[in-house]
Structure formats: C-alpha cells, structure tokens
Nanobody, 124 residues
Framework: QVQLEESGGELVQTGDSLRLSCELS????????MGWFRQAPGKEREFVAS????????YYADSVKGRFSISRDNKKNMVYLQMNSLKPEDTAVYYC?????????????????WGRGTQVTVSS
C-alpha cells in the first residue's frame, strides 16, 4: 500500500556531508510520519530521525543531534536526511521508515513501512 525507496548512500570521508532521499509511492488514505533508522554490522537497528506529517515536529537520536537534519517535501512525496560532519561511526545501512502514527512513536520504533536501505560508508 505504501512503498518507500531510499537513495543517495555512498562512500565518503570523515567530515563530509551527504544527503539521503526517500521517495514515497503507492496509494494511501492515511497521512504518514516519516523517519530514518540505521543498522551497522553486528549492531541492532537504531533510530536516527523522524518528522511529523506536516514537518512541524522532528526528533533526533542523541548521536546525530546537531549534525543531521530531516526534512520532507510532501508535494514531491520525498523525505530527506541531510548528514553533516560524518564520522566512521555513522557507517551503516540507512532505512527509510513510515508510520500512520506520530513522529514520536516512530522514534520509539513504531514502524509500519520500511524501505530496503541504502549503504553509507564513512572512511577514517
């Protein structure tokens, strides 16, 4: 019903910036909060950022506050994650996520829709 597709992941160096994109498609009559999660090898999938239907409210993991910024363009059915001052610890597969519930709920792992992920690698 709701499909998500990420893009933009690539190999970068420490301190670089990168923007990930997520395109929403499929028919739905429910407004969705959107977010990003990531999973590194040997690690649990963790929350990164989320944004409300209107874009007025955002949430961030402590590890990315001040460095990452989530935004959305509902006219284009797009969600973005701007990542600045990247660190090797940011290396992971990044997943776009959606939920008909709140952005706060999404930040707590309440996810209904997942993208297939895009690889971000930050070299030392």
């Amino acid at each position: 019903q709701v499909q998500l597709e990420e893009s933009g992941g690539e190999l970068v160096q420490t301190g670089d910036s990168l923007r990930l994109s997520c395109e929403l498609s499929g028919r739905t009559f429910i407004d969705v909060s959107m977010g990003w999660f990531r999973q590194a090898p040997g690690k649990e999938r963790e929350f990164v950022a989320s944004i409300a239907w209107t874009g007025a409210t955002t949430y961030y993991a402590d590890s990315v506050k001040g460095r990452f910024s989530i935004s959305r363009d509902n006219k284009k059915n797009m969600v973005y994650l701007q990542m600045n001052s990247l660190k090797p610890e940011d290396t992971a597969v990044y997943y776009c996520a959606g939920s008909p519930q709140t952005a706060q709920g999404l930040s707590r792992g309440n996810v209904d829709f997942w993208g297939r992920g895009t690889q971000v690698t930050v070299s030392s």
